[in-house]
C-alpha cells in the first residue's frame, strides 16, 4: 500500500514533489513513482525509481530536476518498505 501526491509546479521551478516522496542512497537522490502496467489479472501499478537532482529543499517540498513525468503518482509513504519493481497499489490517505 502506497499514498501518492501531484506533483505541482511553482513560479521558479518546474518540478516540485513533496519531502517525503525524496529518497537518497549511495548512488544520489530518487524518488519512487507508481506506473501502471497491463498484466495477465487487468492493470497492476509497480513502483519504479526515477533518478533526480536536488535544486531546493524546503520544509514540506523539494524542487528537483528528473525524468519524473507530469501524470506520475509520487510514492510519498508506505506501509512497509519498497523497492523498484515492486507490485503497489495506490490509495488517496490511510
Request: glycine share 10%; charged share 25%; with cysteine.
Amino acid at each position: 500500500v502506497c499514498s501518492f501526491t501531484c506533483r505541482k509546479q511553482s513560479d521558479i521551478f518546474s518540478k516540485v514533489i513533496p519531502l517525503s516522496g525524496l529518497r537518497k542512497d549511495m548512488e544520489g537522490y530518487f524518488c519512487l513513482v507508481a506506473r501502471s502496467r497491463a498484466s495477465i489479472l487487468g492493470e497492476e501499478f509497480v513502483a519504479e525509481r526515477i533518478n533526480v537532482e536536488l535544486l531546493y529543499a524546503g520544509s514540506s517540498e523539494a524542487a528537483i530536476e528528473g525524468a519524473v513525468l507530469p501524470e506520475d503518482a509520487v510514492i510519498v509513504g508506505e506501509n512497509k518498505s519498497i523497492g523498484k519493481g515492486e507490485r503497489v497499489r495506490p490509495v488517496s490517505g490511510f
